[in-house]
């Protein structure tokens, strides 16, 4: 999202969250991790139309929001902060001369799951470093055990928490701060957000997923965002569009469900990976299948798309 008004929007998410739950290091870290990643990308000298365009800033945001979630609050954490922000905008360059280079696929939020990763594991090795016990606090109070599907007020609670963990922001009105800057760039995307929400919610209510994680939108978060990459970013809006990008989002629900099976025994979060993955394969499998006319064009130039 482009826009310099849909940042505010998505700040402004990231602030109400940090005062609800009272833990200010994330908004501060957003900020810090913004501004960090993209001086790394100016020091460097990366190409300044992609840096002005915001694409080495926003892995820097989710590494400076995700470390303060997930670790305790320490000198050191700041450090951790500060480099995994540089490395995030060395990774999405790197992720460019790969997999943007070479097959057309966009790095988005790979460098920050790579770079959260590192500092999470990292983080059980060093004594200044203390991994946080449980998940993330949430802005509010949430259902605890959805035995069949939620009731329409607390379903709609969720579509909107889905959008808000995009940032690790559980809060129903971070998530419709979120999913309003995403309008005010684009009301298609905006529409994908939502409906690739609610395609999550009943996927995992219906596969019988943990109701305590649905309800706090843990299942639904990366399929927001496979449905707004392969639904309206990288592909010409039409019906087959819709249709796969519907079918790329059921099998982000899935992907959610394998890799917290495959991670969280080791003490990491998943992430966007299940997101990152998923998009990876369904936009490099439109890039192989002979050509149809239905792919849309891949900014290589923007290499932290």
Same mark, same amino acid.
């Given at each position: 999202?482009?826009?310099? !008004?849909?940042? @505010?929007?998505?700040?402004?998410?990231?602030?109400?969250?940090?005062?609800?739950?009272?833990?200010?290091?994330?908004?501060?870290?957003?900020?810090?991790?913004?501004?960090?990643?993209?001086?790394? @990308?100016?020091?460097?000298?990366?190409? *300044?139309?992609?840096?002005?365009?915001?694409?080495?800033?926003?892995?820097?945001?989710?590494? =400076?929001?995700?470390?303060?979630?997930?670790?305790?609050?320490?000198?050191?954490?700041? !450090?951790?902060?500060?480099?995994?922000?540089?490395? $995030?905008?060395?990774?999405?360059? &790197?992720? $460019?001369?790969?997999?943007?280079?070479?097959?057309?696929?966009?790095? #988005?939020? =790979?460098?920050?799951?790579?770079?959260?990763?590192?500092?999470?594991?990292?983080?059980? $090795?060093? =004594?200044?470093?203390?991994? @946080?016990?449980?998940?993330?606090?949430?802005?509010?109070?949430?259902?605890?055990?959805? /035995?069949?599907?939620?009731?329409?007020?607390?379903?709609?609670?969720?579509?909107? *928490?889905?959008?808000?963990?995009?940032?690790?922001?559980? /809060?129903?009105? /971070?998530?419709?701060?979120?999913?309003?800057?995403?309008?005010?760039? /684009?009301?298609? &995307?905006?529409?994908?957000?939502?409906?690739? #929400?609610?395609?999550?919610?009943?996927?995992?209510?219906?596969?019988?997923?943990?109701?305590?994680?649905?309800?706090?939108?843990?299942?639904?978060? #990366?399929?927001?965002?496979?449905?707004? @990459?392969?639904?309206?970013?990288?592909?010409?809006?039409?019906?087959?569009?819709?249709?796969?990008?519907?079918?790329?989002?059921?099998?982000?629900?899935? !992907?959610?469900?394998?890799?917290?099976?495959?991670?969280?025994?080791?003490?990491?979060?998943?992430?966007?990976?299940?997101?990152?993955?998923?998009?990876?394969?369904?936009?490099?499998?439109? #890039?192989?299948?002979?050509?149809?006319?239905? *792919?849309?064009?891949?900014?290589?130039?923007?290499?932290?798309?």
């Amino acid at each position: 999202m482009e826009n310099a !008004v849909t940042g @505010a929007f998505f700040l402004a998410a990231i602030a109400y969250a940090s005062h609800a739950t009272g833990t200010w290091a994330i908004l501060a870290g957003a900020l810090l991790g913004l501004v960090v990643s993209t001086l790394t @990308a100016r020091l460097l000298d990366y190409d *300044r139309k992609t840096i002005d365009a915001g694409l080495f800033g926003f892995n820097g945001i989710l590494v =400076g929001v995700a470390v303060p979630s997930f670790l305790a609050i320490t000198p050191q954490l700041w !450090v951790c902060v500060v480099v995994g922000a540089a490395a $995030s905008t060395v990774f999405a360059s &790197a992720f $460019s001369a790969t997999l943007t280079r070479q097959w057309g696929i966009p790095a #988005s939020t =790979g460098p920050f799951v790579l770079t959260g990763w590192l500092i999470v594991a990292a983080a059980y $090795s060093f =004594g200044g470093l203390k991994v @946080a016990a449980g998940a993330p606090e949430f802005a509010t109070d949430y259902l605890r055990g959805v /035995s069949a599907m939620p009731a329409p007020m607390e379903f709609g609670r969720i579509l909107l *928490r889905n959008i808000g963990q995009v940032f690790l922001l559980g /809060s129903e009105v /971070s998530g419709a701060l979120v999913l309003a800057g995403i309008l005010v760039a /684009s009301v298609p &995307a905006g529409i994908a957000a939502l409906t690739g #929400s609610g395609v999550a919610t009943l996927v995992a209510v219906g596969m019988g997923a943990d109701p305590v994680l649905v309800s706090q939108g843990l299942y639904g978060f #990366s399929a927001v965002l496979t449905a707004i @990459a392969v639904g309206v970013v990288f592909f010409p809006p039409s019906v087959k569009g819709a249709l796969y990008a519907s079918l790329a989002t059921v099998v982000t629900v899935f !992907v959610e469900g394998a890799l917290n099976v495959m991670v969280a025994p080791d003490g990491i979060p998943s992430f966007t990976a299940p997101y990152v993955l998923t998009m990876y394969l369904f936009v490099a499998a439109a #890039s192989g299948s002979g050509g149809d006319g239905n *792919r849309g064009a891949v900014d290589t130039d923007a290499s932290a798309v």
